[in-house]
């Protein structure tokens, strides 16, 4: 899977397909056990689910409101758009499942938010086992979330619509 093959996707498969595609592009290039995509409807302050390789423990749609700790403040400051949790330590102090999350081996994480003029799209979410990522890791995210705008896009729009009646 490269870049290449992204691009071709995006004109050509449907939403589920672009997204187990770059799913498979970040595993091979930097590494998860598990992957998220969460749209972001900053007004209503939640979360949804729109990806995940493993629907089972983490079901599409799941809504969740946006905790009010160190990754929520990355979304209201544009500072930085992502943050690293290096061990379990640091998921623990910010993740309510962070039993879950350890149980399925994962001791770090990646919060990277999509932004578009400013504005919070999404996030990917990638974790594994502690101390698996670095900001290296940052960059290669920021190349392929490119990849995720029309998700977040098409996703948003189906947001507001619910939220209209």
């Not at 969740?64 to 330590?89: A, D, E, Q």
């Not at 996030?123 to 995210?141: A, G, H, M, P, Q």
């Amino acid at each position: 899977m490269n870049l290449n093959n992204l691009i071709k996707s995006l004109q050509t498969d449907n939403n589920k397909i672009v997204c187990k595609k770059i799913d498979k592009y970040i595993k091979n290039n930097i590494g998860h056990k598990l992957i998220t995509f969460t749209a972001i409807d900053i007004s209503k302050k939640y979360v949804e689910r729109i990806y995940t390789n493993n629907p089972k423990i983490y079901p599409l749609l799941g809504k969740k409101p946006i905790p009010k700790n160190k990754w929520s403040n990355i979304l209201n400051k544009n500072s930085k758009n992502y943050f690293i949790g290096k061990n379990k330590k640091e998921i623990q102090k910010l993740f309510f499942d962070y039993e879950t999350i350890f149980s399925l081996g994962c001791g770090s994480i990646i919060n990277f938010l999509v932004k578009v003029n400013k504005v919070p799209l999404g996030t990917i979410n990638i974790l594994d086992r502690e101390y698996k990522y670095k900001i290296s890791d940052i960059k290669k995210l920021e190349t392929i979330s490119i990849f995720t705008i029309p998700l977040f896009t098409n996703h948003r729009i189906l947001m507001e619509r619910k939220n209209e009646k």
